[in-house]
């Protein structure tokens, strides 16, 4: 969702101070075109801008050319407060509730793939280490290092596993 993150801070780097200058609602007007506030979240299905001012924020454009002719200003009022409030709990309470959905079809697609492994001390195993190394194609690399031998079992997820003579480490289960 946030792909563009490293091009807009690369962007911000380069761009010249003049131009950075704060606009009404704080934002460096060199973002105001380009920065997603109306895209809502996978997981919430909400925008930031909902769960954090309990509305939608205007466009840019909207400043520039000003406010429709029929469109009243909202009055701080007790009235306005609560209803804000309500807006406010109501979506708290349907982001907890999509989270609470997607965390469940997470940890149903997690279990799917995950294997019971159990290994006893001394048994050799491979260990998973997707690290790559400079100057040599990715597709020549193996992301697989051993074999080791498992030296000492920690607890069901963890393992000390031995290279050489004096050499171990601690790894989880997930990567053996």
Request: overall charge positive; charged content about 20%; glycine content about 6%.
């Amino acid at each position: 969702m946030v792909w563009w993150r490293g091009s807009i801070a690369l962007w911000l780097m380069n761009w010249p101070s003049t131009v950075m200058r704060a606009s009404e609602t704080g934002t460096p007007s060199c973002l105001c075109f380009s920065w997603p506030t109306g895209q809502a979240h996978e997981a919430t299905r909400y925008t930031p801008a909902c769960l954090m001012l309990g509305r939608e924020l205007r466009l840019p454009v909207n400043l520039a050319t000003g406010r429709p002719p029929d469109e009243e200003l909202p009055t701080v009022t007790t009235g306005y407060a609560t209803a804000l409030q309500e807006r406010l709990d109501k979506a708290g309470r349907q982001v907890r509730s999509n989270l609470q959905l997607v965390g469940q079809a997470m940890r149903q697609r997690y279990s799917q793939r995950v294997r019971e492994a159990r290994y006893a001390v001394g048994d050799r195993v491979w260990l998973h280490n997707p690290r790559r190394k400079r100057g040599l194609s990715p597709k020549l690399q193996s992301p697989w290092e051993g074999p080791y031998h498992v030296q000492e079992v920690m607890s069901d997820v963890t393992y000390r596993i031995q290279w050489g003579q004096n050499r171990s480490r601690v790894v989880n289960v997930d990567r053996l």
